[in-house]
T-cell receptor
Framework: EAQVTQNPRYLITVTGKKLTVTCSQN?????MSWYRQDPGLGLRQIYY???????DKGDVPEGYKVSRKEKRNFPLILESPSPNQTSLYFC????????????FGPGTRLTVL | AQSVAQPEDQVNVAEGNPLTVKCTYSVSGNPYLFWYVQYPNRGLQFLLK??????LVKGSYGFEAEFNKSQTSFHLKKPSALVCDSALYFC????????????FGPGTRLSVLP
C-alpha cells in the first residue's frame, strides 16, 4: 500500500529535550515536506526537500532541522523544543513535477511542556 | 507575498443542498491549485487540482471546483451535500514559477446537517 508513515503519532516532552519525528514514504517520491497545523492558521510549511541531500526552508523553519540522506526518509529534528512548538505535524511527499498533489502522513501530535 | 484566503471559517449546509467553499489566492505568476479534505484525526486527502485548460475540474466524492483567473478564485462545489462530507477543507496553491513551496489556506469547516 502506498503510504506516508510518521512516528511517533503522539509525543509529550519537556522543554529542551531533543526529539526526532520520523517520516518515511514508499512511493519513490522526490519531494518531501514538513508542515505544522495550528488552529486558525492552516498548514504552514517548515522545510521541504526536492531530492536526496537537497533541502530548503519553508515559511516557519526556526527551531527545526531536517536531513534527507535517503530518498524515502525525511526526519524532523527539534534540538531544543519549546512550548510554542506544541502543534500537529504532518509529513507529505509527491513526485517531482510541480503540478502533482502531495500525499500526507497521519500526523504527529506534539506537546512540549 | 503569496497567500491563500478562505473567507469563511465555517460553512453550514443542509443535506441534499448544494455547497460552496470559497478560496481566493494572491500569487505571482500562474499557480497550480489544489483542494484537500481532512477528516477528524486523519491526515489530509487530495480532492482535486487545477493545472491548465478547462476552468471546471472534477475530483473525488462528487466534488468539483471552478478556477476564475480574473477573480483569482478557486471555489469548491458539490451539487448535493452529504452528512459524510462534514470535514475541514483546505485550499492550496503552488506557484508555477517559485519552486516547490506550497501555500495553504487556513481551512474551512464544513458541517452538513441531516
Amino acid at each position: 500500500e502506498a503510504q506516508v508513515t510518521q512516528n511517533p503519532r503522539y509525543l509529550i516532552t519537556v522543554t529542551g529535550k531533543k526529539l526526532t519525528v520520523t517520516c518515511s514514504q514508499n512511493m519513490n517520491h522526490e519531494y518531501m515536506s514538513w508542515y505544522r497545523q495550528d488552529p486558525g492558521l492552516g498548514l504552514r510549511q517548515i522545510y521541504y526537500s526536492m531530492n536526496v541531500e537537497v533541502t530548503d526552508k519553508g515559511d516557519v523553519p526556526e527551531g527545526y532541522k531536517v536531513s534527507r540522506k535517503e530518498k524515502r526518509n525525511f526526519p524532523l529534528i527539534l534540538e531544543s523544543p519549546s512550548p510554542n512548538q506544541t502543534s500537529l505535524y504532518f509529513c507529505a511527499s509527491s513526485s517531482g513535477s510541480s503540478y502533482n498533489e502531495q500525499f500526507f502522513g497521519p500526523g504527529t501530535r506534539l506537546t512540549v511542556l | 507575498a503569496q497567500s491563500v484566503a478562505q473567507p469563511e471559517d465555517q460553512v453550514n449546509v443542509a443535506e441534499g443542498n448544494p455547497l460552496t467553499v470559497k478560496c481566493t489566492y494572491s500569487v505571482s505568476g500562474n499557480p497550480y491549485l489544489f483542494w484537500y479534505v481532512q477528516y477528524p484525526n486523519r491526515g489530509l486527502q487530495f480532492l482535486l487540482k487545477y493545472i491548465t485548460g478547462d476552468n471546471l475540474v472534477k475530483g473525488s466524492y462528487g466534488f468539483e471546483a471552478e478556477f476564475n483567473k480574473s477573480q483569482t478564485s478557486f471555489h469548491l462545489k458539490k451539487p448535493s451535500a452529504l452528512v459524510c462530507d462534514s470535514a475541514l477543507y483546505f485550499c492550496a496553491v503552488r506557484p508555477f514559477n517559485y519552486g516547490q513551496n506550497f501555500v495553504f489556506g487556513p481551512g474551512t469547516r464544513l458541517s452538513v446537517l441531516p
